[in-house]
């Protein structure tokens, strides 16, 4: 079974640019989630997808952040425009339904640097 | 609001040493329990959760965690460390079972292994 995949790995970019991240979940996997994990902390949840639909974004910094999941499998988070506190790896994580509970499978994660 | 607290950000023992990582919580209901490890380079992957029952958790790898109310901790063991065991090891506590709940992470503890 082929596991999260999220491209690209690292992104380096000076601030005021956008980027763009991508997550291809495990198949058949209604819940998606993203995470911002800074250096020296614990992963962080942006939002949270049960199949195209947002079950929780209250963490998710509006004004520059937004996801998107169409058609209920691959999603794409977008930054625009980037701050140096940016600077994170962003994690991509799928499980069969929502819920703590349920465990969450977690692709490599993208690296981004904001210079 | 729940947390999390891993008071040790790294620790060195020597292969074929035992192994105690701590974790403190602070919830108000029933905490769900979990510790993932995360791989240089790789995501985060599950090793064990605690729900309720008995309060000794076995999880793969040959890792287990006690769960003590009476002290808010969720200790994770293991008795005999290998060199592979080396990663970044992150505590969690979820906030229920609905579709909506999610983990609130630890800021993690390095561990490293000596030959």
């Known amino acids: 079974e082929a596991g999260v995949a999220q491209s690209p790995r690292y992104k380096i970019i000076e601030k005021r640019q956008s980027v763009a991240f991508w997550c291809n979940p495990i198949?058949?996997?209604?819940?998606l989630y993203w995470y911002q994990q800074i250096l020296g902390q614990g992963p962080k949840l942006l939002i949270q997808f049960q199949n195209n639909g947002v079950v929780d974004d209250s963490q998710l910094p509006k004004d520059r952040f937004s996801a998107e999941r169409l058609k209920g499998v691959d999603s794409t988070l977008k930054i625009q425009p980037a701050k140096l506190e940016d600077s994170a790896v962003y994690l991509c994580?799928?499980?069969?339904?929502?819920?703590?509970?349920?465990?969450?499978?977690f692709g490599p994660g993208t690296r981004l640097t904001v210079l | 609001a729940q947390s999390v607290t891993q008071p040790d950000i790294h620790i060195t023992v020597s292969e074929g040493a035992s192994l105690e990582l701590r974790c403190n919580y602070s919830y108000g209901a029933t905490p769900y329990l979990f510790w993932y490890v995360q791989s240089p380079g790789q995501g985060l992957q599950l090793l064990l959760k605690y729900f309720s029952g008995d309060t000794l958790v076995q999880g793969i790898k040959g890792f287990e965690a006690e769960f003590k109310r009476s002290q808010s901790s969720f200790n994770l063991r293991k008795p005999s460390v290998h060199w592979s065991d080396a990663a970044e090891y992150f505590c969690a506590v979820g906030d229920g079972t609905g579709t909506a709940s999610k983990l609130t992470f630890g800021t993690g503890t390095r561990l490293q292994v000596t030959l």
């Open positions: 198949s058949g996997h209604a819940t």
């Open positions: 994580a799928s499980s069969l339904v929502g819920g703590a509970f349920n465990e969450q499978f």
